[in-house]
């Protein structure tokens, strides 16, 4: 039963929800309701018991414009979304708390609310005082370390382009304020400046944010015993390999390129060989190279600038130059194809080798040569094959990905020695900020691994906002019902799952002849009945993945090239005999070892090089692809402590399967596509519950009255 006046949100078209008044009561059985839209129009709204369910409840308009969405009654999309934008439309306020969580909208225009006497007006003040704000979780970030003696992390986390990085940087921003050293060491100076080179060897253009971080990163901020800032370190994941030799229309590669391309008539730089960004392959398949509003050059002095700041030397920045340099010669570098393109090669002419060989101090002969060909060691023999044009061509591109994640490594590695102490740290403050679920015309790979990522931050959103409400309940011995949780396992076991999605496709990289279609085949076969899995109709090599954000269509063509990640040996020992130190290194097993332990005790390296064919590969090389690197990734970050050891998802599932077997299934929560976790308001504000109208057809009566 519904009674008249009830305000609900019916779907819309344009508008996504509209609000309308019922205007003639609402018995079980009825054919559809009668509703009464804000323009006055009369509108029919069809319920039939299988489907189309009751529309959601509009709150009372006094709970409108909370700062904190868990003050309201019904706490679903339309209520969440009404009340952001009540907040902003009306009061110009892009911060809102769900809890803990602070909610931030993008304003995509500069707010006069980050200065600096903001900070020190947030600096020591109750986050319930003041306005939301990310200085106010940053402040009860520092307040609780200091108090509590623990450490912190702020996660960040949303879609690409929502506004991560800069949240991200504003926080650091207020550590660095609160927590300045008043000492020589400028330690903080050093925190800030390590975003400006992050930013131009990580960040690029895509259609979706004109920086848009292409790698995931975690800041920890170490403190001594007077919460004072002594250091910092920082772990970078996944970085977005295949831009560096493709980007898709309007996109770029990273900015370093295109900043150094757009210096290169700088006196120094005359022996890199460079002209304009348009010239070179790997910087132009994007079609436009500027950006609106962007000044490549002013930025390159930037860039330089904080290598300085950092410490970083004039002649190791100009080595990164000159390997920056390279990398764009390679791609420019002419392959001929002879024999319907099965023997290739590369002109001793070609001034683009030439350049590729002196920039990086290696014999061009040697080059020239492993090019082209490749070394294939059997029990019995070792013999050198010719190869065809479109393997030389992935390799050269696979070179190309490998010198730049080395060189990248090499720069955080330093950023790193940079921010280092010998003083010891007392406690620390970490800052994740990853990139965000993104979907494209076209989603490979990368895609996949970034919405894969998300998907288990949501998780860990998921049980957090859960977690704390539910401490929040037993702390005041609150007797307490859950009554919807959005439980997104599923979704991450189709993936990380024995027989899952990364599962097969590592199992498709071992098989001599696999192929991206017949793992798509696989993958059809064994998930076509899940419900996160979908074979599109017109389609036998895409697949489609039910995100807990929205479903995403993967093509998956090219997905074992770049699992496997191969790269081959015999072009890397080539660099390894470089002339020049810097280059020699970064291609040493024994620093990828070490980079790779500093990044996680124990586990196997991070970089994946399997000098062997295929067919060779031992199970040992297997474990190492892509794939199974991000699942160990990932599972590092799920923190576990004694709450969520006691809190299991199988203590939620049984709740919820508890719900479900109800006779009276909870209805507050009207649609369960919506998947935002809603819990049953611990504490609406001065509002008692009686003077909620709860209508009695939800059959909320089971619900302990707070
Ligand atoms: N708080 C903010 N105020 C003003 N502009 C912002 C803010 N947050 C983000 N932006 C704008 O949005 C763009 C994208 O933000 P960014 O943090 O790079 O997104 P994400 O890291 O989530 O992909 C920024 O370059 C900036 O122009
Ligand atoms: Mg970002």
Redesign the pocket.
Known sequence: FVRLHTRVWIPDPDEVWRSAEIIKDYKEGDKSLQLKLEDETLYEYPVDLQGNELPFLRNPDILVGQNDLTALSYLHEPAVLHNLKVRFLESNH?YTYCGIVLV?I??????PIYEQDVIYAYSGQNMGDMDPHIFAVAEEAYKQMARDEKNQSIIVS?E????????AKYAMRFFATVGGSASETNIEAKVLASSPIMEAIGNAKTTR?????RFGKYIQIGFDKRYHIIGANMRTYLLEKSRVVFQAEDERNYHIFYQLCASSSLPEFKDLGLTCAEDFFYTSQGGDTSIDGVDDADDFEKTRHAFTLLGVKESHQMTIFRIIAAILHLGNLEVQGERDGEVCNVSSEDEHLSNFCSLLGVEQGQMQHWLCHRKLVTTAETYVKSMSLSQVVNARNALAKHIYAQLFNWIVQHINKALHTTVKQHSFIGVL?I??FETFEVNSFEQFCINYANEKLQQQFNSHVFKLEQEEYMKEGIPWTLIDFYDNQPCIDLIEAKLGILDLLDEECKVPKGTDQNWAQKLYDRHAASQHFQKPRMSNTSFIVLHFADKVEYQSEGFLEKNRDTVYEEQINILKASKYQMVADLFQEEKDAVAAAAMQKGAPRISVRSARPAFKAANKEHRKTVGHQIVKILNLYTPVNEFEERVTVAFIRNIQKQLQERNDPPQLLLDFKHTFPVLFPFNPSAITMDSIHLPASLNLDFLNKV
Do not use: H, M, W
């Not at 993008?106 to 707010?111: D, K, M, R, S, T």
């Open positions: 892009i931030a993008n304003p995509y225009e500069q707010l949303g690409s382009g929502a506004g991560k990085t800069v949240s944010n004109d920086n848009s971080s900020d990139y965000g």
